[in-house]
């Protein structure tokens, strides 16, 4: 549980390292970004994988959780 929580703490604090959104967290990424993404292919490795996660938890409505995450745990 704990690795969990890690995980969301992080994921709630990662910034895009590219492009349009460089420098933006995650989570304040529109979801039409990502679904274009989904749709192209995401990158390879940690970014990719952080990408697809923060890609369901938008097409879930699932924002406020990883917003609140980034005010309680911030890096």
């Known amino acids: 549980m704990e690795g969990n929580k890690e995980a969301l703490i992080e994921l709630a604090?990662?910034?895009?390292?590219?492009?349009?959104?460089?420098?933006?967290?995650?989570?304040?990424?529109?979801?039409?970004?990502?679904?274009?993404?989904?749709?192209?292919?995401?990158?390879?490795?940690?970014l990719g994988f952080m990408m697809t996660q923060m890609h369901e938890i938008k097409i879930n409505g699932l924002e406020d959780i990883i917003k609140k995450i980034r005010r309680d745990f911030s890096r």
């Open 13 to 46: 604090n990662y910034k895009m390292p590219f492009g349009k959104y460089k420098g933006e967290y995650l989570i304040d990424i529109p979801e039409y970004y990502y679904t274009w993404f989904s749709q192209k292919g995401f990158p390879e490795g940690k």
